[in-house]
C-alpha cells in the first residue's frame, strides 16, 4: 500500500486528454510539500517530467503539466500520443517517515 | 551529459552481503546528493537511501535502516551502496538517481537516473 494513492490504469484515444491523480494526506502534500512526476517506459529507468509541481524539465513537452491543491496533485497530458504509453508516478516527502515517497504508479494506455 | 551507470548486482544468498556502485559523470559531484531508488519486479518505485554532495549526512527508509550504508568517493565519482543480511523481499532492480542539490533535504527530486542493476535474493 504505497502512502501516495494512484489510479493504477487510465486510459485515452490519440489525441485526447487525460488526468492522472495522485492522493496524499496532511503528512505528506499536505503539509505543503512539492509533487514531482516521473514516466516510465516498458524495460526503461523513470525519467523526471514534472517537478515542484508544475515545472517542466528543458526537454519535455508542454502537453504535459501538473497541478496541486490541498492533499492531492494532478497531472494532466494533452494531444495523447502512442509514445506516451508508460506508467506514472508521482512523489513527494513524507514528515511522518522522514523520507520520500512514491505513488503506486499508473499504467497509461492509448488506445 | 549526466551518467550514471550502476554495477554489482546479480544473484546472492539470503543472509549475504552486496555491494553495488554508481559511477556518475557529467556534473559537478560534489554539488549533487546521490540516492538509491528500487523497483520490485511488477511493482512501483521505493526510496531506500541517499548520502549529501560532501558525504557527511546519509539517511535510510526505514525498510532498509540498519542494514543499509552509503559511502561516496570523490577521487572517482563514484557512489557505494552496501547492504547486509539480504532478505527476499530485497529482490529489485536499484536505480541511482541525482538529486536536485547537495544536501538532501526534504524538497527534493531526482532530475537523473541510471538504467539500474537487478538484486535477487534467492537460495
Known amino acids: 500500500q504505497s502512502v501516495l494513492t494512484q489510479p493504477p490504469s487510465v486510459s485515452g484515444a490519440p489525441g485526447q486528454r487525460v488526468a492522472i491523480s495522485c492522493t496524499g494526506s496532511s503528512s505528506n502534500i499536505g503539509a505543503g510539500y512539492d509533487v514531482h512526476w516521473y514516466h516510465q517506459l516498458p524495460g526503461t529507468a523513470p525519467k523526471l517530467l514534472i517537478y515542484?509541481?508544475?515545472n517542466r524539465p528543458s526537454g519535455v513537452a508542454d502537453r504535459f503539466s501538473g497541478s496541486k491543491s490541498g492533499t492531492a496533485a494532478s497531472l494532466a497530458i494533452t494531444g495523447l500520443q502512442s509514445d506516451d504509453e508508460a506508467d506514472y508516478y508521482c512523489?513527494?516527502?513524507?514528515?511522518?517517515?522522514?523520507?520520500?515517497?512514491f505513488g503506486g504508479g499508473t499504467k497509461l494506455t492509448v488506445l | 551529459e549526466v551518467q550514471l551507470l550502476e554495477s554489482g548486482g546479480g544473484l546472492v544468498q539470503p543472509g549475504e552481503f552486496l555491494r553495488l556502485a554508481c559511477a556518475a559523470s557529467g556534473f559537478t559531484f560534489n554539488n549533487y546528493a546521490i540516492s538509491w531508488v528500487r523497483q520490485a519486479p511488477g511493482k512501483g518505485l521505493e526510496w531506500v537511501s541517499v548520502i549529501s554532495g560532501s558525504g557527511a549526512n546519509t539517511y535510510y527508509a526505514d525498510s532498509v535502516k540498519g542494514r543499509v550504508s552509503m559511502s561516496r568517493d570523490h577521487s572517482t565519482n563514484t557512489v557505494y551502496l552496501y547492504i547486509n543480511s539480504l532478505r527476499a523481499e530485497d529482490t529489485a532492480v536499484y536505480y541511482c538517481?541525482?538529486?536536485?542539490?547537495?544536501?538532501?533535504?526534504?524538497?527534493?527530486?531526482?532530475?537523473?537516473w541510471g538504467q539500474g542493476t537487478l538484486v535477487t535474493v534467492s537460495s
Open positions: 515542484s509541481n508544475n
Open positions: 538517481a541525482k538529486n536536485r542539490d547537495h544536501s538532501g533535504n526534504s524538497q527534493n527530486w531526482f532530475d537523473s
Open positions: 512523489q513527494s516527502y513524507d514528515r511522518s517517515m522522514s523520507a520520500w515517497v
